[in-house]
C-alpha cells in the first residue's frame, strides 16, 4: 500500500458472492492503515459503457490515490477504463485501438492513477494485460483499450476465490483463457513463436485437464489452481501476440452469447480456415488432444485441411462434453443481424489488430468474401461453407 498512498477506492461485488472472502481482503485494507472509499459496485458482464463512467464519477468525486479492484475480468476491464477517463477526460472512443492512452498522457504530462488489480475469477487474465475490453449496450458491439499504460501495477489473484465461481461462469473463463493461448499459437510471428508455443501448449492442457472436474467438483482447490493456472497463462499468452478471428466475432455477439461461450463456438470454425498456415501448431495440438481422447489416433498423421477439420472437432468434442453449444444456430436470439453486425464489426479501423493477428492475414475489404462463409459455417457446422485463401 506504501507505495501508492493512504486513500484507497474499493471497486467489489465480491461481498455479495463471496462475503468471507470480501470480509478477509476488506479487514486487510484496513489492518494496513489505508482509508477505504467504497466498495462501490463492480461492472455488469461486458464492462457496459455506463459502469465505466459512473466508476470514473466515484474516483472523481473521493479523490482517491488508488483504485483496487476486487473483481472478475469486466470488473477490471471497466475501471481501467475508468482510470483513463478520470485523468485524461473525453469519450471512451477516444482511446479505442492501440496506444491512445499513452499518446495522449505523454501529450498532456500526466500519469494514471495506480491501478490494484485483485482477480476473483479464472478466464479473462484482465489483472495482467494491456487490455480493457468495453461494450456500447446500444449498438451491443464491444471494443478495446490496448496499451501498456493500463497494465495494473500490482496484481494478485487467489485461486481459492474462485471456489465460489458459478458452473456457468468457471466454464465461461476456462474457454476465454483457453482461446487467449489458441488464438496466440495460431498467429504467433516467427520472432515470438517458441515463446508462445510453450506459454500456450501448457495453458491449454492445464485448461483441458482441469476443466470438467473444475465445472463437477467447485471446492476442489487443487483443480481450481490448474485451472486459473491455465486461464492465467492466456493472459502471459495475449501479451506476447494477440487474439484474433473468434475473439473478433464474439465482440458482436455480447447481446446473445457470453465471451467464452462465443470465443469455444467460433474458434473450430475459424481453425478450418486458417489450416494451412497454422500445420505446425496443429500437429502439436492433435498430439495434445490425443491425450485426453478428444482426438482419434488415426488423426494425428493427418496434415493440410484434413488435420485443421480434426483439431476443429476436437475442440468441438471439448465443448460437447460440458453441454456447451457448437453451432450460432442453436443459440436463441440468432439472426441474420449478428452476421452482419459481426462483419461490420471487422472492418471498424478500432479493431484491425484482430484482423492482423490473423494467421491468414486478412483486410478489411476481404472480410466479406472470407468471413461471411466461416460465420454461415459456424451457423449450422458446415465446414464445407468455409472459402480458404
Do not use: W
Not at 1 to 25: C, E, M, W
Not at 102 to 120: D, N, Y
Not at 309 to 331: F, M, Q
Request: charged share 20%; with cysteine; glycine share 8%.
Amino acid at each position: 500500500s506504501v507505495p501508492f498512498g493512504k486513500k484507497a477506492l474499493l471497486i467489489t461485488n465480491l461481498q455479495t458472492r463471496d462475503p468471507h472472502s470480501y470480509h478477509n481482503i476488506f479487514e486487510s485494507l484496513v489492518d494496513s492503515g489505508l482509508e477505504i472509499a467504497g466498495p462501490f459496485p463492480s461492472a455488469q458482464p461486458n464492462s457496459p459503457k455506463e459502469d465505466v463512467s459512473r466508476i470514473k464519477e466515484e474516483i472523481l468525486r473521493e479523490k482517491p490515490d488508488f483504485v483496487l479492484v476486487a473483481s472478475g475480468g469486466s470488473g477490471i476491464d471497466a475501471t481501467k477504463a475508468a482510470v483513463v477517463l478520470a485523468i485524461l477526460d473525453g469519450d471512451i472512443e477516444d482511446y479505442f485501438g492501440t496506444g491512445k492512452v499513452t499518446e495522449k498522457l505523454v501529450a498532456e504530462g500526466k500519469k494514471l492513477l495506480p491501478c490494484i488489480a485483485v482477480q476473483t475469477a479464472s478466464g479473462s487474465s484482465a489483472h495482467l494485460t494491456k487490455y480493457s475490453n468495453i461494450t456500447d449496450l446500444k449498438t451491443n458491439q464491444k471494443k478495446l483499450i490496448i496499451d501498456e499504460a493500463v497494465i495494473p501495477p500490482r496484481a494478485l489473484f487467489d485461486y481459492s476465490l474462485t471456489k465460489s465461481m458459478s458452473t456457468s461462469l468457471t466454464l465461461d473463463g476456462a474457454f476465454d483463457g483457453l482461446a487467449h493461448c489458441l488464438e496466440v499459437y495460431y498467429g504467433a510471428s516467427p520472432e515470438s513463436f517458441e515463446k508462445a508455443q510453450e506459454i500456450a501448449l501448457t495453458g491449454i492442457e492445464l485448461i483441458v485437464s482441469s476443466i470438467e472436474k473444475a465445472a463437477a467438483e467447485p471446492f476442489d482447490i487443487t483443480t481450481r489452481e490448474t485451472l486459473g493456472l491455465g486461464a492465467d497463462l492466456g493472459g502471459y499468452a495475449v501479451m506476447v501476440g494477440g487474439t484474433n478471428g473468434a475473439h473478433l466475432t464474439s465482440f458482436s455477439l455480447v447481446d446473445i452469447l457470453s465471451h467464452g461461450r462465443a470465443c469455444a463456438l467460433l474458434n473450430p470454425y475459424y481453425t478450418v480456415f486458417f489450416a494451412s498456415s497454422i500445420q505446425k501448431q496443429l500437429k502439436k495440438l492433435a498430439h495434445l488432444f490425443s491425450k485426453y481422447s478428444l482426438i482419434d489416433e488415426s488423426s494425428l498423421s493427418f496434415d493440410g485441411q484434413k488435420l485443421g477439420l480434426a483439431v476443429a472437432k476436437a475442440l468441438i468434442a471439448l465443448s460437447k462434453r460440458v453441454g456447451y453449444p457448437t453451432t450460432l444456430g442453436k443459440i436463441e436470439g440468432m439472426s441474420k443481424a449478428h452476421i452482419e453486425r459481426a462483419l461490420q464489426g471487422a472492418k471498424n479501423p478500432q479493431l484491425e489488430t484482430k484482423l492482423n493477428n490473423m494467421p491468414v492475414p486478412m483486410t478489411s475489404d476481404m472480410v466479406d468474401e472470407y468471413m461471411k462463409p466461416i460465420l454461415e459455417a459456424a451457423l449450422n457446422g458446415d465446414f464445407g461453407l468455409i472459402k480458404t485463401l
